[in-house]
């Protein structure tokens, strides 16, 4: 059943039946209530949806905004990473280039080093070998001479000693 039926059974009065106060006063009041929401309420809910709506739409501008910043920084991070790598590889480079060409100088001086002490070492051997022979020809000589003095029964004079070991001696350089 309608309800509005029911109601007009419980007053007593029939469906059809039609109270103008009422009805009146209920259009005023909802004219009132309309009236109300239409300029006093709906504009601060349209202005609080309005402000709401320029706010999302500012942060998804900030956000937006943001994005495009951070890709921007990521792609200079990326820039200067990059030239770092090539500093660094140009560093390691160098370092290497240098580190070799400091091997390869210490490796010739080493090598000039080593000649002239082998060369010297030759020549310290070839005096000392000059020098032992000069000895052993000396005391060669000097024992020849004892041995022929010996043998002459007679003694030979410093001079005539200085003579044969000079002899002995011219002849041993020579052979």
Same mark, same amino acid.
């Given at each position: 059943?309608?309800?509005? =039926?029911?109601?007009?059974?419980?007053?007593?009065?029939?469906?059809?039946?039609?109270?103008?106060?009422?009805?009146?006063?209920?259009?005023?009041?909802?004219?009132?209530? =309309?009236?109300?929401?239409?300029?006093?309420?709906?504009?601060?809910?349209?202005?609080?949806?309005?402000?709401?709506?320029?706010?999302?739409?500012? &942060?998804?501008?900030?956000?937006?905004?943001? *994005?495009?910043?951070?890709?921007?920084? @990521?792609?200079?991070? &990326?820039?200067?990473?990059?030239?770092?790598?090539?500093?660094? !590889?140009?560093?390691? /480079?160098?370092?290497?280039?240098?580190?070799?060409? *400091?091997?390869?100088?210490?490796?010739?001086?080493?090598?000039? &080093?080593?000649?002239?002490?082998?060369? /010297?070492?030759?020549?310290?051997?070839?005096?000392?070998?000059?020098?032992?022979?000069? &000895?052993?020809?000396?005391?060669?000589?000097?024992?020849?001479?004892?041995?022929?003095?010996?043998?002459?029964? /007679?003694?030979? @004079?410093?001079? !005539? @000693?200085?003579?044969?070991? !000079?002899?002995?001696?011219?002849?041993?350089?020579?052979?």
């Amino acid at each position: 059943m309608n309800i509005f =039926l029911l109601a007009n059974e419980a007053a007593g009065s029939s469906p059809l039946s039609f109270k103008l106060l009422p009805a009146f006063s209920t259009v005023v009041v909802f004219l009132v209530a =309309l009236g109300t929401f239409a300029f006093v309420v709906w504009p601060k809910i349209a202005k609080a949806l309005d402000a709401r709506d320029e706010k999302i739409l500012g &942060e998804i501008r900030a956000a937006e905004a943001a *994005q495009v910043k951070a890709k921007a920084a @990521q792609s200079e991070f &990326e820039k200067r990473l990059e030239e770092a790598r090539t500093a660094a !590889d140009d560093m390691i /480079r160098k370092a290497r280039a240098e580190a070799d060409r *400091q091997a390869d100088e210490l490796r010739t001086r080493s090598q000039r &080093e080593l000649e002239e002490l082998r060369l /010297r070492a030759t020549q310290e051997l070839e005096s000392a070998k000059r020098t032992a022979l000069a &000895e052993i020809h000396a005391v060669a000589a000097t024992l020849a001479t004892t041995v022929a003095g010996k043998i002459l029964k /007679r003694e030979i @004079q410093p001079s !005539d @000693q200085k003579r044969l070991v !000079d002899e002995s001696l011219s002849e041993m350089t020579s052979r």
